[in-house]
């Protein structure tokens, strides 16, 4: 049975559980499934490797972070068939998050809304989980860890909190994201701003700078941005990357616009909306990204991808990687090689 067929008898089944519910009962079910042998079931996609930050790539389309927090869940979802994967956001001490429920599907506009609020069990249990993975172990792939900070730092002192995790996170990553534009942190996207990001940035770089001595090896940092930028703002931001010399952006997160859902049930739940209705907002993002960047900072382009198409018009917007996650959700696991297919070299 094909692995598209295989989901469309799953989804229904899974779409009648609340969606924090079916996520919490997937990954596990995932997890045993590669362990007895079943990964072996799945197509993956063909190789086609790029080189991005410095790093190959086996092929260009990722598991963005969200997906699995923890990091917990690593060997399994590289059994899917992904170029790189990405865990996190984790923060330095493990917190609840925001109350339940947090998590909402809006199928009619293949879409979701949450407010997860970075619920992890700390920096310390997450890298307890990277040591513990094959994945890491031999090596076996793009491994990618999200950062950020945790709810009850004050956000003058968001840099702290980065800065701890980075520290931690470094020997172990690929590459390291900064994510300053979750929506469900209050006040973290203050630290898109021009003075807080150009702080932020350059302590970053600075530590960066710093673990390379110490541990002989560079780990590219990339800085995660939101959807709800005008064009001066996107400049800003560009500027910012070229100036500190961030080594990648990945555009983007969830949108707090509710343009494209009004009227639907959970439309008006608080947190960031994301799947298709995020598409051309991210797009947008990514085409100004490049127009001031050029070919000096790779953007990987993540929101809203359901179709190959979808991720073809993702690289023409400028993106020279992607990354998905709720067009998993709606699509299964079949998007990876219908993506990387469409967008093959």
Do not use: W
Not at 111 to 138: E, H, K, L, P, T
Not at 159 to 182: G, Q
Not at 268 to 281: K, Y
């Amino acid at each position: 049975m094909s692995t598209k067929l295989l989901y469309a008898f799953a989804r229904p089944f899974l779409f009648s559980m609340d969606a924090e519910s079916a996520h919490h009962l997937t990954l596990p079910l995932l997890k045993n499934a590669v362990a007895l042998g079943m990964g072996n079931l799945i197509t993956r996609p063909s190789s086609d490797p790029r080189t991005v930050m410095g790093i190959t790539f086996p092929n260009p389309i990722g598991l963005a972070a969200g997906l699995d927090k923890d990091g917990a869940y690593i060997d399994a979802l590289a059994a899917l068939g992904f170029g790189s994967i990405e865990i996190g956001t984790v923060t330095p001490r493990a917190q609840a998050g925001n109350p339940k429920p947090r998590m909402f599907r809006l199928p009619q506009a293949q879409a979701i809304i949450n407010r997860m609020g970075f619920n992890n069990g700390g920096v310390d249990a997450f890298i307890s989980n990277v040591q513990d993975s094959r994945f890491y172990q031999d090596k076996l792939g793009v491994l990618g860890l999200n950062i950020g900070k945790n709810a009850d730092t004050p956000i003058e002192r968001a840099a702290d909190d980065y800065l701890h995790c980075l520290e931690k996170v470094y020997p172990y990553a690929s590459y390291v994201t900064v994510n300053i534009s979750s929506p469900n942190t209050k006040n973290l996207r203050q630290l898109q701003g021009a003075n807080e990001l150009d702080d932020l940035l350059a302590k970053l770089k600075d530590a960066q700078q710093r673990l390379s001595d110490k541990h002989k090896r560079y780990v590219p940092l990339a800085l995660k941005i939101a959807p709800d930028m005008d064009a001066e703002q996107i400049k800003m931001i560009a500027d910012n990357l070229l100036q500190h010399k961030i080594d990648a952006v990945i555009a983007t997160n969830t949108t707090l616009s509710r343009d494209a859902v009004a009227g639907l049930n959970h439309a008006a739940e608080a947190g960031g909306l994301s799947g298709a209705p995020v598409f051309e907002l991210s797009n947008a993002v990514i085409r100004g990204l490049k127009a001031e960047l050029g070919d000096a900072i790779p953007i990987i382009g993540v929101g809203g991808i359901l179709s190959g198409s979808d991720a073809k018009a993702k690289i023409a917007a400028g993106a020279e990687l992607v990354q998905i996650y709720s067009g998993l959700i709606y699509q299964g696991p079949a998007l990876i090689r219908e993506c990387a297919e469409a967008i093959k070299h």
